[in-house]
């Protein structure tokens, strides 16, 4: 199965449903099933902004599921509905940068148990059924 390594705390954001879009440089063709790794990188300041929610931030694990249901092009007005609808989330969004940025659309997001393993860049293959 895909998996997605992802920094703390957007990883766990996304498990527990609070973020619907991974950001990314670079786009994907790929739709599909895949699994959200909380890498072991750490935004201390982002962490610092959901100390509220009372979150932990599992790092080097594989904690949800979810599926690619599309990749789009973060433009003004996309970053401006994002930034309305959460500005603590979405706060990145509040001023686009010049370089061309791509919003992973996850949906059927799923927490699962937690299955430590070393991450890696881009997507990445993992062999979810033999790892339960």
Not at 75 to 90: E, S
Request: glycine share 4%; aromatic share 14%; hydrophobic share 35%.
């Amino acid at each position: 199965m895909k998996v997605i390594t992802i920094k703390q705390p957007w990883a766990t954001l996304i498990a527990k449903g609070y973020k619907e879009y991974e950001f990314r440089t670079w786009k994907t063709k790929y739709r599909g099933d895949i699994l959200i790794h909380a890498g072991k990188r750490i935004d201390k300041k982002a962490i610092e902004r959901f100390k509220y929610l009372n979150l932990e931030y599992p790092i080097g694990k594989i904690i949800a599921k979810a599926i690619i249901t599309d990749c789009v092009v973060v433009d003004n007005d996309f970053a401006q509905k994002y930034y309305k609808k959460d500005p603590i989330v979405y706060k990145s969004l509040k001023t686009i940068d010049t370089r061309q940025r791509y919003g992973f659309k996850l949906e059927n997001i799923e927490e699962i148990n937690p299955i430590e393993v070393n991450g890696k860049l881009s997507l990445w293959d993992y062999d979810y059924k033999n790892s339960k």
